[in-house]
């Protein structure tokens, strides 16, 4: 059986990390980065199979060091990193511009760029590109314009990368609120106990890897295996 390499983005904490967890556990390798050097390296030390690179999605030389770890295969890159924007979320009226820019350069252009410089070993290997979406990419919540945004036009990228590219399978995830601290940060004097753990999640993304459907979108509370909360 051939050996799997996966990269995965934003995996030092929420549902980067508890993907990551699950993905180790299957074998392979699991190429891994986050901004925070000392969150990501005590969060997955231990992790079989997980090489930890801290960095930032959005620097050029940080991404070929990404795909160049990757090797000589890559078949999965999970597109996790993103940026939630100012907190509390601001109106459109008044979202400052230069923040949007930042959340648009994290969560689209970065995750464009990367797909970009891995798609030869994707193509090789028939690999998976997966981006992680929000129900903010499809409704519209006050507050969410800048993060919603962003997320649409991820989504869209990732439909048209799968018509582009026959050999790759091309989806974007949409989980569903999780107990995280990006959901935290959006709604900061709230209690979100009750939203389920990133952990929870994580079969649902496994089912569609495992059973590669149709390019598209897809949503946690649709792929989650019977029995499972979400």
Request: include cysteine; hydrophobic fraction near 45%; charged fraction near 20%.
């Amino acid at each position: 059986m051939t050996s799997t390499t996966a990269i995965v983005t934003g995996a030092g904490q929420g549902f980067g990390l508890a993907l990551t967890t699950a993905l180790a556990a299957r074998g392979g390798t699991v190429v891994v980065c986050a901004r925070d050097a000392r969150r990501l390296h005590a969060a997955t030390a231990g992790l079989p199979g997980v090489l930890a690179l801290p960095g930032d999605v959005t620097d050029p030389g940080f991404r070929a060091e990404l795909v160049a770890a990757a090797g000589e295969r890559l078949d999965l890159l999970v597109h996790n990193a993103g940026e939630l924007g100012p907190s509390p979320l601001p109106g459109l009226a008044r979202y400052p511009l230069d923040a949007l820019r930042g959340v648009l350069e994290t969560t689209v252009l970065a995750p464009l760029a990367l797909t970009q410089l891995a798609l030869p070993l994707l193509r090789a290997a028939g690999g998976t590109v997966v981006a992680l979406s929000s129900d903010a990419a499809v409704e519209a919540y006050e507050g969410w314009g800048g993060y919603g945004a962003a997320k649409a036009a991820l989504d869209q990228l990732v439909a048209v990368l799968g018509v582009e590219e026959p050999a790759v399978r091309a989806y974007a995830f949409d989980p569903g609120d999780m107990r995280t601290a990006m959901h935290q940060r959006a709604f900061p004097r709230e209690d979100i106990s009750d939203r389920p753990d990133p952990s929870t999640v994580v079969p649902a993304f496994l089912r569609l890897l495992d059973e590669r459907p149709v390019r598209g979108r897809y949503r946690a509370t649709d792929l989650a295996p019977a029995g499972t909360a979400t």
